[in-house]
């Protein structure tokens, strides 16, 4: 079954740079979600879309921008990297209840990004 | 305001021990889900169980099983005979329905555990 795909698995950035992190959720999910996981941390929510449109907003930084497109895919783009942004940095898709979905989020493997 | 605390941040076992992993969760809501995840030191987070607040029967998943009781808050998840390759982060995390579509998750800080041969 296909799963949540996530690009760039590794990303090196030096400080100020920035980097656009890409995912694609599994067909037919209606909402994405992204979280930010630094080293020794737990998973902290980001941000959410529903339907291409925003539906909740999370410790994301101003810094941060995310949108999801036509298709469905979701970018999370990180302007005037710190080295504090270095992190794993998971997508998620779920399908809602009014669609026959459990609401489960099924995870990708994550994005490492390093910040120099 | 929902919360999720795991009080061990850390435990050690020996191979073949039996392990407990404790999870106590807050929420005002009277419907909620209950997950557990595992993070291997590869990093992906690997689903393990869902459980909605109207079961509190415990589940077992052939070493792994689950108490989940409501009149403590609680959501505790044993591996039985632990293996060198249970050794990973596990993150317990209650579900919240915070708005159309977004079924967010709010994650305990996490368990290492270190399953030692």
């Known amino acids: 079954a296909a799963g949540v795909i996530q690009s760039p698995r590794h990303l090196i950035k030096e400080k100020r740079e920035t980097a656009t992190l890409k995912c694609y959720p599994i067909?037919?999910?209606?909402?994405v979600y992204w979280y930010q996981q630094g080293p020794g941390q737990d998973p902290q929510f980001l941000i959410s879309?529903?339907?291409?449109?925003?539906?909740d907003k999370g410790s994301i930084p101003d810094r941060f921008s995310a949108q999801q497109f036509s298709d469905y895919h979701s970018e999370l783009n990180m302007s005037s990297l710190e080295l504090g942004d270095s992190a794993l940095y998971f997508c998620?898709?779920?399908?809602?209840?009014?669609?026959?979905?459990?609401?489960?989020?099924?995870f990708g493997e994550g994005s490492r990004l390093t910040v120099l | 305001a929902q919360k999720v605390t795991q009080a061990q941040t850390e435990i050690s076992v020996v191979e073949k021990e039996d392990v407990t992993l404790d999870c106590v969760y807050e929420?005002?809501?009277?419907?909620?889900?209950l997950f557990w995840y595992k993070q291997p030191p590869s990093g992906e987070l690997v689903f393990l169980i869902r459980?909605?607040?109207?079961?509190?029967q415990n589940e077992i998943s052939g070493r792994y099983s689950w108490n989940f009781q409501k009149s403590t808050s609680s959501f505790n998840f044993t591996i039985t005979a632990s293996q060198v390759v249970d050794s990973a982060v596990y993150f317990c995390?209650?579900?919240?329905?915070?708005?159309?579509?977004?079924?967010?998750?709010?994650f305990g800080k996490g368990t290492k555990l270190s399953v030692i041969p």
């Open positions: 879309f529903y339907e291409k449109m925003q539906s």
């Open positions: 067909p037919r999910h209606d909402t």
């Open positions: 995390a209650l579900r919240l329905n915070s708005g159309a579509g977004s079924y967010q998750l709010t």
């Open positions: 998620a898709s779920s399908l809602g209840s009014q669609w026959g979905g459990t609401g489960e989020l099924f």
């Open positions: 929420t005002r809501d009277t419907t909620y889900y």
């Open positions: 459980r909605n607040s109207f079961d509190e």
